[in-house]
């Protein structure tokens, strides 16, 4: 049932409450989705390197619980079972904190939805008539009616 779903681009932030293992959590359930294949999961590399600095990090890792190779291994998980995406195009978004730009040229690139709990980060008017869209975990998993 891969294709069930839309694809999503999953930010940083959903990614560390997720990876926190807080099974009745609708970030872990997001994350859930898309390691078991039921979420089409869009990475670049620059969603790659984000995700190894933010669960890098120590504050971040004792909030987890994970150690240094339990975080490898999730993000080869993650990699592994991604759609890796190329940008072709010479459009930039323009965020506030530039490096949110890399989810957003990623979304646009898969036709992807962000996952996001900083909805307000990525809602610029300029942006909505690229055709992406983002929305929270709860939102996410109550319209397209993600179970465990």
Same mark, same amino acid.
């Given at each position: 049932?891969? @294709?069930?779903?839309?694809?999503?681009? *999953?930010?940083?932030?959903?990614?560390?409450?997720?990876?926190?293992?807080?099974?009745?959590? *609708? %970030?872990?359930?997001? #994350?859930?989705?898309?390691?078991?294949?039921?979420? !089409?999961?869009?990475?670049?590399?620059?969603?790659?390197?984000?995700?190894?600095?933010? #669960?890098?990090?120590?504050?971040?890792?004792?909030?987890?619980? /994970?150690?240094?190779?339990?975080? %490898? $291994?999730?993000?080869? $998980? /993650?990699?592994? /079972?991604?759609?890796?995406?190329? /940008?072709?195009?010479?459009?930039? !978004?323009? #965020?506030? $904190?530039?490096?949110? @730009?890399?989810?957003?040229? %990623? %979304?646009?690139?898969?036709?992807?939805?962000?996952?996001?709990?900083?909805?307000?980060?990525?809602? !610029?008017?300029?942006?909505?008539?690229?055709?992406?869209?983002?929305?929270? !975990?709860?939102?996410?998993?109550?319209?397209? $009616?993600?179970?465990?």
């Amino acid at each position: 049932m891969e @294709n069930a779903y839309p694809p999503i681009v *999953l930010d940083a932030n959903v990614l560390v409450a997720g990876a926190c293992r807080h099974e009745g959590g *609708l %970030a872990y359930r997001v #994350l859930m989705a898309a390691l078991g294949r039921q979420v !089409p999961l869009m990475l670049t590399e620059g969603i790659v390197a984000e995700y190894a600095d933010v #669960l890098g990090r120590l504050a971040v890792r004792k909030l987890t619980g /994970l150690t240094v190779k339990q975080n %490898a $291994d999730l993000i080869l $998980d /993650l990699i592994s /079972l991604s759609h890796q995406t190329q /940008l072709h195009f010479s459009w930039r !978004p323009n #965020l506030l $904190d530039e490096a949110d @730009n890399k989810f957003i040229e %990623a %979304a646009i690139a898969a036709t992807a939805i962000i996952v996001t709990d900083n909805v307000r980060d990525f809602t !610029p008017l300029d942006l909505v008539k690229h055709g992406w869209g983002v929305m929270t !975990p709860l939102g996410f998993t109550t319209l397209y $009616d993600l179970e465990n």
